[in-house]
C-alpha cells in the first residue's frame, strides 16, 4: 500500500475519467511546505497565519511577515498558496493583543472581525501579503466571512494598503486573487450572491459543522454531534459548490473533511474542485479519487444528500467504501 500510495505522490487529483480535483496541503508555518510539496501537493490550499502571531508577547513586523509569506511561496514553486489572514479569537489566543475573555468565545470576537475593527493590524499583514505576492501565486484568503459587506470591507483596506505602498513606492503585486472561507452557515446559503465578488471559495468544515449544528468543535461531551456527513452539512456543502462552479470560481474544501478517508469522492461529488489537507493525507486523497468516476462521484453525492440523518449517510459511505 506504502508503493501503491507513493505511486500517486506525483500524478495530479483527478477522477478514473480525468475530472480534475486539485489535491493541495494545509500548512501552519512556511517551513511545511517543504513536505507539502515531497509528498506531491499541488499548492497550498491553507495556510493558517495565525502561527506568526501565537505563543509571543509582541506582534510580528510587516517584515518578518513578508519573509514568511515569500519562504512559502517560493517553497511551492509557482504553485498557488492560498494565505489566510489572521483566524483568531475562539480558541486561539494572541498574547499581544490582550483579548477580553468572553462567555462565547466561537461566536465572539474573532477572525476578520478583529481584522476590521483593528485596521492597523491588518494593514499590516496586507501590506506583506501584497509584497511577498511578487514571488508566485499568492492568493489572500478572509476568514469567517458572514456577509458580502464583510468582503466589501476587507476589500478596501485591501486597497488601502495597496495606496500606502504606492505612496511609498514600494513593489507589490497588484493582481492578487482574494477569496473567502465558507464556514458559516449564512455564507454558505448566501454563497450565490458572494461568489460575484470573490475570485475562490473555500469551505471551512470544521467550523462549518460547528456552527450548523451547533455544536462545539472541542467539546468531547458532544462530539457525538458533530457529523460531518450530517445530510444539512452536505446540502451546504452542496449549495456553496452549485454557487462557485455557476460563477466560474474554484470552490475548495481546507477543513479535516478534505482529508478523511473517501472524502474525497464525496466532495468531488458534491462539485467541490479543490482539497487541502494535511500533507500526509494527499496521496491516500489521489488514490481515492483515481478509485471511481465522476458520475460514481456524483451519484454518490445524490444519495447522500437525499438521506434523512447522518447515521443513514453514514452507512450509505461505509457500504460505498466496502466497510
Ligand atoms: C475550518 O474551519 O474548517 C478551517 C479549516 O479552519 P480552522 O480549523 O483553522 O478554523
Ligand atoms: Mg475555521
Known amino acids: 500500500r506504502r508503493a501503491m500510495l507513493a505511486a500517486f ?3 495530479p487529483g483527478e477522477t478514473s475519467d480525468g475530472r480534475r480535483i486539485i489535491i493541495e496541503g494545509n500548512i501552519g508555518t512556511p517551513g511545511d511546505a517543504v513536505r507539502v510539496m515531497e509528498l506531491g501537493g499541488e499548492g497550498v490550499g491553507l495556510f493558517r497565519s495565525e502561527f506568526l502571531f501565537m505563543d509571543r508577547p509582541d506582534l510580528p513586523s510587516e517584515e518578518e511577515q513578508f519573509q514568511a509569506y515569500k519562504k512559502a511561496v517560493e517553497t511551492m514553486d509557482g504553485r498557488p498558496v492560498i494565505i489566510r489572514t489572521l483566524d483568531i479569537g475562539g480558541d486561539k489566543e494572541v498574547p499581544a ?4 475573555k468572553e462567555q462565547n468565545p466561537f461566536l465572539g470576537y474573532r477572525a476578520i472581525r ?5 485596521t492597523d493590524l491588518f494593514l499590516v499583514q496586507l ?3 501584497l509584497r511577498a505576492a511578487r514571488y508566485g501565486d499568492l492568493r489572500i484568503m478572509f476568514p469567517m466571512i458572514s456577509s458580502v459587506d464583510e468582503l466589501r470591507n476587507a476589500k478596501q483596506v485591501l486597497r488601502e494598503a495597496r495606496d ?3 505612496a511609498e513606492g514600494v513593489d507589490y503585486n497588484p493582481n492578487v486573487k482574494v477569496g473567502i472561507m465558507v464556514e458559516i452557515p449564512v455564507a454558505a446559503v448566501c454563497a450565490d450572491v458572494l461568489a460575484q465578488e470573490a475570485d475562490f471559495f473555500s469551505i471551512g468544515t470544521n467550523d462549518l459543522i460547528q456552527y450548523s449544528c451547533a455544536v462545539d468543535r472541542i467539546n ?3 462530539s457525538y454531534l458533530y457529523r460531518p456527513l450530517h445530510p444539512g452539512v452536505l446540502r ?3 449549495m456553496t459548490a452549485k454557487a462557485a462552479n455557476e460563477n466560474g470560481i474554484e470552490c475548495g474544501v481546507c477543513g479535516e473533511m478534505a482529508g478523511t478517508p473517501g472524502m474525497a469522492s464525496v466532495l468531488c461529488g458534491l462539485g467541490v474542485t479543490n482539497l487541502s489537507m494535511s500533507a500526509s493525507a494527499m496521496p491516500a486523497a489521489k488514490a481515492d479519487l483515481a478509485a471511481h468516476s465522476y458520475a ?3 451519484e454518490l453525492a445524490q444519495r447522500l444528500l437525499k438521506t434523512a440523518s447522518a447515521e443513514e449517510a453514514e452507512d450509505i459511505f461505509a457500504e460505498w467504501r466496502g466497510e
Open 9 to 11: 505522490r506525483d500524478r
Open 97 to 100: 493583543l490582550d483579548l477580553e
Open 114 to 118: 478583529i481584522c476590521l475593527d483593528r
Open 127 to 129: 501590506r506583506a501579503l
Open 164 to 166: 500606502l505602498l504606492d
Open 220 to 222: 468531547e461531551k458532544i
Open 236 to 238: 451546504l456543502i452542496a
Open 296 to 298: 460514481e462521484c456524483r
